[in-house]
């Protein structure tokens, strides 16, 4: 446990001495915040049409701008998950200090475990910058609080099964932009997988689209969780930190 | 401290390490030598835990190295060849967690941060950026890296590659302070360098040992004769070479002379001792007698150099010279 926390904090803080945690932070807020800003413009225009017309039917906050935004925030997830997770193996291929790491009294699970924290708590932090604007909403409404957190509890399972692929596929290679390249890939196959649910209704289809990190997420933008998804989830996880643990010890027998 | 036994390591389709056997007592520093390719790293890597051997087993501090992997890294300090550098981190921040991950407590990080600085001159660049540094500086800050944990032993791949003159006196020095409490294991592909800090000589060449022994008995046992260059100059009048080469021929024990260079009034000869005589005395005895001026004497040092490339070739009887040069270039090539 010691050494998992030796290598989170070393890993943090070199994501934030270079640019790259910066860079992620700043795309996530244009990107949410126009996302937001669409959303709400949007909402306010539904309140006063329906006004207009008489029917002053209440609006959920939740229904109809919290959720669509967290949905869409789980999709910019996709895109920066790959960034996140390229570099954890591959520069340490690359530079030679995987030797470092390798020879040094650390067991291999303990490495991967400390990146992928330090990598799920990165993501959580650009999750943290929709904080800002949720609070908005607040100020100037009354939005239920408790499906905003379930729906956050589902953005950070969803990214950490999300990071546990990309730290696998890092390990594979020792060039940052295959990595990023082919995590990329495979976060929106999973993304994706889900859309042969609207054509195919057999058994088949069915396993497909549950594959599908989308799926599981959905439950959770509405607020309810349920345990089907969170072990999902969950099983994701811990299958790719599986995978990376293997891969890194099989970096030795094929070094 | 370190035993190997019947150590052999294959990739794919070649064998970078084959059979090998040696022990290394504790507080000694051997020097590991081969031409490039010859299987230097990938033993140290074997030693280090990086990479599980084939077959054969390797012990270090008592410890199997792919049964008790964990205890062996405790005791161990490994500089690779490159060294293992964050070059976005401070060379502070670095040290501090090495020391960390080598399982030093936190109390006593800081205290052994300043003392491995100072040991490796790196005092005034610990709040610098690693990647700022230069070639000298990073190879000391892996060499810092390598000794933070106080490890038992010490393996150094290539500590002085990269460095100039100066910076690799300086490393010398510092790896000789450093055996006694460690026992350490350094490579190298530069003979003088073995010379200069190892007391035992590890040699390797194609993944086979070749030999193994303290560089004096190395040395001994590959010197049959001794060799003077003597340079000879007449006070008056010129000097005849011809007559000067029958008189050395005379001296007792000398099997052989070659005249190297003449000079108007200088002549430079090589003398040849016959096996086991020494001849210095006699040489310059004669030299005066004989009413010359005796410029210079000096013994033609049996380098390691020598004992090296007659090791390597007499490995591959047969082949000739030539075409080792020209594996040893592939082989360098494919470095």
Not at chain 1, 66 to 91: C, D, H, K, Q, W
Not at chain 1, 156 to 176: E, V, Y
Not at chain 1, 189 to 201: E, F, I, K, P
Not at chain 2, 223 to 231: D, I
Request: glycine share 8%.
């Amino acid at each position: 446990m010691r050494n998992v926390l030796v290598i989170f904090k070393k890993e943090l803080k070199s994501y934030f001495a270079s640019p790259i945690a910066y860079l992620l932070l700043a795309i996530f807020a244009v990107i949410f915040g126009f996302f937001f800003y669409s959303a709400t413009r949007f909402f306010v225009l539904q309140g006063m049409q329906m006004q207009m017309m008489g029917r002053g039917m209440p609006m959920d906050v939740n229904e109809y701008v919290i959720r669509p935004l967290l949905t869409n925030a789980s999709v910019i997830g996709l895109f920066l998950i790959p960034m996140i997770t390229m570099r954890l193996y591959a520069e340490e291929k690359r530079s030679g200090t995987i030797e470092l790491l390798m020879t040094s009294p650390v067991r291999d699970l303990e490495i991967v475990l400390g990146k992928w924290l330090s990598a799920l708590v990165l993501y959580a932090s650009i999750l943290g910058i929709s904080g800002i604007n949720l609070a908005i909403l607040f100020a100037f409404g009354r939005p239920d609080w408790k499906p905003i957190l379930v729906g956050y509890l589902g953005l950070i399972l969803q990214g950490g099964c999300l990071l546990a692929i990309g730290i696998f596929i890092s390990t594979m290679t020792k060039n940052q932009i295959i990595a990023g390249g082919a995590t990329f890939a495979v976060c929106l196959m999973l993304w994706v997988l889900d859309w042969v649910s609207a054509y195919d209704q057999s058994a088949w289809a069915k396993v497909v689209s549950y594959l599908s990190v989308v799926t599981h997420f959905e439950p959770f933008s509405k607020g309810v969780i349920d345990t089907k998804d969170v072990i999902f989830y969950l099983s994701m996880i811990f299958f790719g930190l599986f995978l990376t643990t293997r891969s890194v010890e099989s970096l030795r027998w094929r070094a | 401290m370190i035993k190997v036994e019947g150590l052999t390591k294959r990739y794919a389709r070649t064998v970078a390490v084959d059979d090998i056997s040696f022990e290394v007592q504790k507080g000694q520093i051997v020097g590991f030598l081969g031409p490039n390719g010859a299987g230097k790293t990938t033993t140290m890597r074997v030693l280090t835990c990086f990479l599980p051997p084939t077959a054969g087993t390797a012990n270090v501090a008592g410890f199997d190295v792919l049964e008790q992997s964990l205890e062996v890294k405790k005791r161990i300090g490994y500089l690779p060849e490159t060294p293992p550098l964050y070059p976005d981190m401070e060379v502070g921040e670095y040290l501090t967690f090495v020391g960390r991950l080598k399982g030093l407590a936190s109390a006593d990080v800081p205290k052994r941060v300043n003392e491995v600085c100072d040991r490796c001159a790196i005092s005034d660049v610990k709040a610098k950026i690693i990647g700022k540094l230069s070639k000298g500086y990073r190879q000391r800050v892996g060499l810092a890296q390598a000794i933070l944990h106080n490890p038992d032993v010490l393996v150094l791949d290539e500590p002085t590659s990269g460095l100039d003159p100066k910076q690799i006196i300086e490393t010398r020095e510092l790896i000789r302070s450093l055996a006694g409490d460690h026992t350490i294991i350094l490579s190298t592909h530069i003979l003088s360098e073995v010379e200069h800090s190892c007391e035992r000589v590890i040699i390797i060449n194609q993944g086979r040992l070749v030999a193994q022994d303290t560089v004096t008995n190395l040395t001994n046992r590959l010197r049959g004769s001794e060799s003077v260059a003597v340079e000879i100059a007449a006070p008056t009048g010129d000097l005849n070479p011809a007559e000067v080469r029958q008189r050395l021929e005379q001296v007792t024990g000398v099997s052989r002379v070659v005249l190297k260079d003449t000079k108007d009034k200088h002549c430079s000869f090589e003398v040849e001792s016959m096996q086991g005589r020494s001849i210095r005395a006699e040489v310059a005895r004669a030299v005066v007698t004989a009413g010359w001026d005796l410029n210079e004497l000096r013994p033609v040092g049996f380098s390691l150099e020598d004992i090296f490339l007659q090791l390597t070739a007499s490995e591959k009887a047969g082949t000739k010279v030539e075409e080792k040069k020209e594996e040893e270039k592939q082989a360098e090539a494919k470095v």
